[in-house]
Nanobody, 120 residues
Framework: QVQVVESGGGLVQPGGSLTLSCTASGNIFSVDAMGWYRQAPGDQRELVARIDSNGGTHYEDSVKGRFTISRGNAKTTVYLQMHSLKPEDTAVYYC??????????????WGQGTQVAVSS
């Protein structure tokens, strides 16, 4: 099994910054992609940012220029730096990791989510 654990959410004022962290662990042979989705109350879960195995990144349009996804040297940890936060960024942020396990084929694992609240 591959486990994904997030940290770093919290309450921040509009215009403020937060950094989320996520680590995948377990019987990992490879990581094809890691990233973040978010879900606000009443809304569908949407992709926020993704980083692929080759380092390529993808961002949802509303966060371009404000959010940056990066990964650690081990490529099993990702960070989401969020700047110029807006109330509409308020959501539960979920980290995901996808790739191949060393003992059980493909995995697509999700964290339990971390709450980000942007409010004055």
């Amino acid at each position: 099994q591959v486990q994904v654990v997030e940290s770093g959410g919290g309450l921040v004022q509009p215009g403020g910054s937060l950094t989320l962290s996520c680590t995948a662990s377990g019987n990992i042979f490879s990581v094809d992609a890691m990233g973040w989705y978010r879900q606000a109350p009443g809304d569908q879960r949407e992709l926020v940012a993704r980083i692929d195995s080759n380092g390529g990144t993808h961002y949802e349009d509303s966060v371009k220029g404000r959010f940056t996804i990066s990964r650690g040297n081990a490529k099993t940890t990702v960070y989401l730096q969020m700047h110029s936060l807006k109330p509409e960024d308020t959501a539960v942020y979920y980290c995901f990791a996808g790739g191949f396990s060393s003992d059980s084929g493909r995995y697509d694992s999700w964290g339990q989510g971390t709450q980000v609240a942007v409010s004055s």
